[in-house]
């Protein structure tokens, strides 16, 4: 038995599979099996493999099952004591870095989760080989401090970052299928409620292919969405009585244009609503104006 399973589900994206591949194939540490879970109508990707000599679990979905639900297969077909999932837009920035996630988890036992800081590098679909526009990440300080103090406190931001900066020991968890935003951060909710902690190595370990055509960045923009998972989340680990995650809550609604309405059924006051919404105002007012002052100095 292999020590880690790196869980890729995959959808048409040829080259991003063979970029990630070819990462894996470079990988130092070589104690690994790879699982791959392909949604692609066709067998692009699958004629991707006979040009990496690597230990390779292949599936084809003839039906498509969607997002969670191929991640879910992937991490149901793993088979090794840690999971590590590699979304296919993303690499191991160099070869040790595989090792590195295996060493943290090997070297801290009494934890259940690890991850890592992350290189951000922009796509341009028209030169796939260009990956010089990039820029380093990692979870802050105070960030830090905040999850390693209460685990809901992730309800107040994706500190952790995408599942391929995360490895985690084998679990029976899964992916929640209602979610499509929040789907990471809920799953480390429900790993970390354990109690057991985590470790974090802020060295960009994977990088993070970015583009304008993603699934992310639609959803990060989706009025619906947002409010409708930051509601589910906020009902599902029953943060009613914190209120800085009834302030977060309300700060959602309103950031998103959203009424008092979307949470009133929630407890939400109109007062703490207003209190809100106020400071949201008066935070627009600031960053226009210093807008409209930049801009004015360099027109001069």
């Known amino acids: 038995m292999s020590q880690v399973s790196i869980c890729i589900p995959a959808y048409k994206d040829v080259e991003g599979i063979r970029r990630l591949l070819g990462s ?20 692009e990707i699958e004629g991707l493999l006979e040009d990496f000599e690597l ?12 997002p969670a639900k191929n991640w879910n297969q992937a991490l149901s077909m793993a088979t090794s004591p840690y999971v590590k999932i590699m979304h296919q837009d993303d690499w191991f920035t160099h070869s040790l870095c595989l090792g590195r996630f295996v060493e943290m988890l090997d070297q801290n036992r009494e934890v259940d989760l690890a991850f890592s800081g992350t290189r951000q590098v922009t796509i341009n679909k028209s030169d796939p080989e260009d990956l010089s526009d990039f820029y380093d990440r990692a979870i802050s300080p105070v960030q830090r401090s905040l999850i390693h103090q209460d685990w809901r406190n992730l309800f107040l931001g994706g500190f952790i970052g995408s599942p391929s900066a995360v490895i985690f ?35 960009p370990l994977v990088c993070i292919g970015v583009s ?34 009834r302030d977060k809550l309300i700060d959602v609604c309103v950031s998103y244009d959203g009424k008092y309405s979307d949470v009133q059924d929630l407890g939400i006051t109109k007062e703490e609503y207003k209190s809100v919404h106020r400071i949201h105002v008066k935070r627009q007012r600031e960053f226009y104006k210093q807008l409209i002052l930049r801009k004015l100095h360099l027109s001069k």
């Open 212 to 245: 304008n055509t993603q699934m992310s960045h639609a959803l990060a923009q989706d009025k619906d969405v947002n409010i409708y998972e930051h509601r589910y989340l906020f009902q599902k680990y029953h943060l009613e009585k914190a209120q800085e995650y």
């Open 169 to 203: 020991r084998r679990t029976d968890e899964r992916f929640d299928t209602k979610l499509k935003w929040l789907i990471d951060s809920d799953f480390y909710m429900r790993v970390l409620s354990s109690g057991k902690g985590f470790v974090n190595d802020r060295s």
């Open 24 to 43: 894996i194939y470079d990988s130092e540490y070589t104690d690994f099996e790879v699982i791959l879970s392909d949604d692609t109508p066709g067998n």
């Open 55 to 66: 230990p390779i679990r292949y599936v084809h979905n003839k039906k498509p099952l969607g």
